[in-house]
């Protein structure tokens, strides 16, 4: 249990353009999403905190009109990418808890997508 | 503040034991986690500590003093696949996840 997809895996765009990446709960409700950036050779870093019905909360630095974010269900949350520009090429991978308890873990446990790779031109 | 610190890198032989410490200051706690993460691939879940003591799972055991503000991985009989990045989160009084920046375990033949 507690799988979590994201699609796309990859994607290379051209700059300005906008993009959509969606993260989904297979197999639990997600009482929370969190979306993370990570560049290479770098730590995690969080971008936004998003509950299914409400405005996510963005972290300090992140610009909410760039990196938009919908919670429209328990099992799905997308992030766009909007006038997207080189310095944005990242992994961007998304997470969620609210799955079930496991022997090892508790519903507070995040769970991870595979990730999507972004590459802007 | 909040804070985490672990290792920035750690280097272990095929077959040994390696420990990866991690301590942590936060506003309230609410558990510690630790996380794998291969290069070029996403965090996958490894173990959950909340109250004080070791939890041993395979070859992978995590520990806990919640009084020290401390937390260690420890892995056993080490593979080569064990070869990748391990993050230390800890959960404060609002469950938000602190991460650590990562350990990067490379393993030797």
């Known amino acids: 249990g507690a799988v979590v997809s994201q699609h796309p895996s990859w994607v290379i765009c051209k700059s300005g353009t906008s993009v959509k990446i969606e993260c989904r709960s297979l197999?639990?409700?997600?009482?929370?999403m969190f979306w993370y950036r990570q560049f290479p050779k770098q730590s995690l870093m969080l971008m936004a905190t998003?509950?299914?019905?409400?405005?996510?909360?963005?972290e300090q630095g992140v610009e909410k009109d760039k990196f938009l974010i919908n919670h429209a269900s328990l099992t799905l949350s997308t992030l766009t990418v909007t006038s997207a520009h080189p310095e944005d090429s990242s992994f961007y991978i998304c997470?969620?808890?609210?799955?079930?308890?496991?022997?090892?873990?508790?519903?507070?446990?995040?769970?991870f997508g595979p990730g999507t790779r972004l590459l802007v031109l | 503040g909040q804070n985490i610190d672990q290792p920035t890198e750690m280097t272990a032989t095929e077959g040994a034991i390696v420990q990866i410490n991690c301590t942590y200051q936060t506003s309230g706690f609410n558990g510690l986690f630790w996380y794998q993460q291969h290069a070029g691939e996403a965090p996958t879940f490894l173990s959950y500590?909340?109250l004080d003591g070791l939890e041993e799972k395979g070859r992978f055991s995590s520990f806990l003093s919640r009084s020290k503000g401390y937390s260690y991985l420890l892995l056993k009989e080490l593979q080569m696949k064990d070869s990748a990045s391990y993050l230390c989160?800890?959960?404060?009084?609002?469950?938000?996840?602190?991460w650590g920046a990562g350990t990067k375990l490379i393993i030797k033949p």
């Open positions: 500590n909340v």
């Open positions: 197999d639990f409700q997600a009482t929370t």
């Open positions: 998003s509950n299914e019905g409400s405005k996510a909360t963005y």
């Open positions: 989160a800890a959960s404060d009084s609002n469950y938000q996840l602190i």
């Open positions: 997470s969620a808890k609210g799955g079930p308890r496991s022997e090892r873990g508790t519903t507070e446990t995040q769970y």
